[in-house]
């Protein structure tokens, strides 16, 4: 098994919240979790948003890795590893819940 490192944790909300930033190509708006005193990531997904339903709608927890193609292989992926920035970025389901795991630059 690969080291985990707590990263956040994220939970969706059905309200925007002031300061939200915008991703439009997964039509998202979240928070700036490392701005906040215990690394609450608030998700709004807008109607059409693409991102797994159960990212949409179940709390998640996210995990720093080292590698991200190593953390995911064998896994049921519900996001691909995508890049964002200088990091990578996927998400998985384990036991129903999702996870997510960012491996930092």
């Known amino acids: 098994m690969h080291p985990l490192n707590y990263d956040h944790i994220g939970i969706p909300t059905k309200t925007r919240k ?5 991703f439009p190509e997964y039509k998202v708006w979240t928070n ?6 215990y690394r609450i990531e608030w998700l709004f997904c807008e109607k059409g948003s693409p991102l797994h339903p159960l990212i949409q709608n179940s709390p ?3 995990f ?5 193609h190593k953390a995911v292989k064998g896994k ?5 590893p995508i890049q964002y920035q200088n990091y990578w970025m996927a998400f998985i ?5 999702p996870v997510e795991f960012i491996q930092p630059p």
Request: no cysteine.
């Open 32 to 37: 700036d979790y490392e701005k906040t005193p």
């Open 76 to 80: 049921k992926i519900l996001m691909e």
């Open 18 to 22: 002031e300061g939200m930033i915008y």
């Open 64 to 68: 720093l890795v080292d590698d991200i």
């Open 93 to 97: 389901e384990e036991d129903g819940v």
């Open 60 to 62: 998640h927890i996210a």
